[in-house]
């Protein structure tokens, strides 16, 4: 897929992960190691080499060929570098027409506003070009920025999914959002 979202007024723009961009993601990831560790799933360290990445890469592609997901680079308009990733997934047509987003950002870029646009270009881009219904995202519940990511955003928080996903080794409750094409509709006529 041949697509670049840009928001010039944050200085960001989000294009999909290709093959090439292995490296700066390898970069990223071990850059931001630690920090992120309690956020995710338990990784291998063999996910942390070039090889790694490359294999997550060649997943996430497949799986944009088969329409089950989209995995994009957050990237300064400046001067092009990698800050961050964020993932449409686990696409469901049919009767449904929902997916997951999912995000991460370099520890040195947050609290800049990048991620709130960056959600924001992939909520457009969701409803608008994938005809997608419905957005949802889950955070723990002590990640409270983002949670203020998702808000900021327009997502509405729906409750509490117990034991939902096994983070940093355990399984962990997170809080739940959600956001729907309507929702942007209303929002247009209220302001």
Known sequence: MSLTL?????????????????QVLLDLRCANKDFLAPFEPLREESFFTLEGQQQFLLQRIHNEEAGGGYQFGIFVVEDERLIGTIAISNIVRGVAQYADVGYMMDQSEQGKGHMTAAVKMIIQYSFKALGLHRLQAATLLHNKGSQKVLKKAGFQEEGIARRMLRIHGEWQDHRRYGILAEDLMEEAYTT
């Open 6 to 22: 840009y928001n010039t007024a944050q200085g960001i723009f989000l294009r999909p992960l290709r093959m090439e961009d292995a």
